[in-house]
């Protein structure tokens, strides 16, 4: 999610847009796990052990990966952020659109 997020920001002439470099790593947003909750923890871990096994489909399927579909739902779920869904399907379908991807997949 935050890699999504992050390319999203950049512009097409930004030389980090489609990969990503050291110095942009750190500007990467990525969530504070140790401001969870017990039962926040336990939730995570749960949704671990469910979707960490399931095959992903490649970049430009983003849109139509049901794995990272679910995979985004339960961090939205576990970071108590139910409301970023739609926002976050944007995203996915932005990403699957990429050019740079695009051009590069016979998929």
């Known amino acids: ?15 980090n847009r489609a990969r990503i470099g050291s110095q942009a790593v750190s500007k990467v947003p990525i969530p504070n796990f140790e401001e969870l909750s017990e039962n926040d923890i336990q939730k995570a871990k749960n949704y671990f052990l469910e979707l ?3 095959p992903l489909l490649i970049c430009i399927r983003t849109n139509n990966d049901e794995t990272r579909m679910t995979i985004d739902h339960a961090i939205l779920d576990v970071m108590g952020m139910p409301q970023a869904q739609p926002i976050l399907e944007r995203i996915r379908e932005l990403w699957s659109q990429e050019p740079t991807l695009r051009g ?4």
């Open 1 to 15: 999610m935050g890699l999504l997020i992050h390319w999203t920001q950049g512009v097409r002439q930004d030389p």
């Open 52 to 54: 960490s096994n399931r």
């Open 104 to 107: 590069i997949s016979r998929y």
